[in-house]
């Protein structure tokens, strides 16, 4: 569903991605590991087009796309959950959700019932102001966004930071049942270790904006992925 091959970024005159290739199949989680400051958002922004990448080439669903900002890629199919939830603090869950419907045919404006069976809370809290929602409420939110924009591919950046254990596990269930559907690619930035080996199929471990270590659970040692992603 997606590859990458030589990708380069830049913020200014600094280099931060340096020739980055990597894939990410359909009906798997490929999990993007790494300590903090080796490029692991920068990659996910790179993808989604909210920093336009230097160099490289990207590939979605086999087609080559230029540099296109983030909207035009959600139109192709690229759903984006960004650190930190973004979510929009004075309008409702429900409004929240509408959101996505930008990038659908207007006959695909309604929320699926598929959204409130993966997250029974948001069906509860649809009045509710995002900005009131607790933390992990909120990423509840955002994903389900990303969800209702129908992505051949959905990026997931850290979705467990500053959230409750049982939110923790009730979101891991919604990947792997994601995962098991078959539809879509996702790609998993995440430094909580146990969640992500648990969950990926792929891994992909970045230091200094560089692939040091990829391949498959069958053919990675835990032990080798503890070293990868050790200080």
Do not use: W
């Not at 409130?116 to 102001?129: D, G, H, I, T």
């Not at 990829?214 to 040692?221: F, I, M, T, W």
């Amino acid at each position: 569903m997606l590859q990458l091959e030589d990708l380069t970024l830049h913020y200014g005159h600094s280099q931060i991605l340096n020739g980055i290739s990597m894939e990410a199949a359909q009906g798997e989680v490929t999990c993007v590991m790494g300590t903090n400051g080796v490029g692991k958002t920068s990659l996910i922004k790179a993808i989604s087009g909210t920093h336009p990448r230097s160099a490289g080439t990207v590939r979605l669903d086999g087609t080559e796309i230029g540099v296109l900002p983030a909207h035009k890629l959600a139109h192709l199919g690229v759903g984006y959950v960004p650190q930190g939830r973004e979510v929009f603090p004075l309008m409702t869950v429900r409004e929240n959700l509408e959101t996505g419907f930008a990038c659908l045919p207007p006959d695909a404006h309604f929320i699926p019932d598929q959204i409130f069976e993966l997250f029974p809370v948001l069906k509860e809290m649809q009045a509710r102001r995002g900005g009131d929602l607790s933390g992990g409420q909120q990423q509840q939110l955002a994903i389900a966004r990303a969800l209702i924009t129908k992505p051949k591919l959905l990026l997931l950046d850290e979705p467990t930071e500053g959230i409750q254990p049982n939110i923790i596990q009730q979101i891991g269930e919604v990947i792997k049942l994601l995962r098991d559907q078959g539809e879509m690619a996702i790609v998993l930035v995440e430094q909580y270790f146990e969640f992500a080996y648990d969950l990926a199929d792929q891994f992909v471990v970045l230091r200094r904006g560089a692939v040091t270590l990829a391949g498959g659970k069958q053919d990675v040692s835990k032990a080798e992925l503890l070293k990868g992603v050790s200080v």
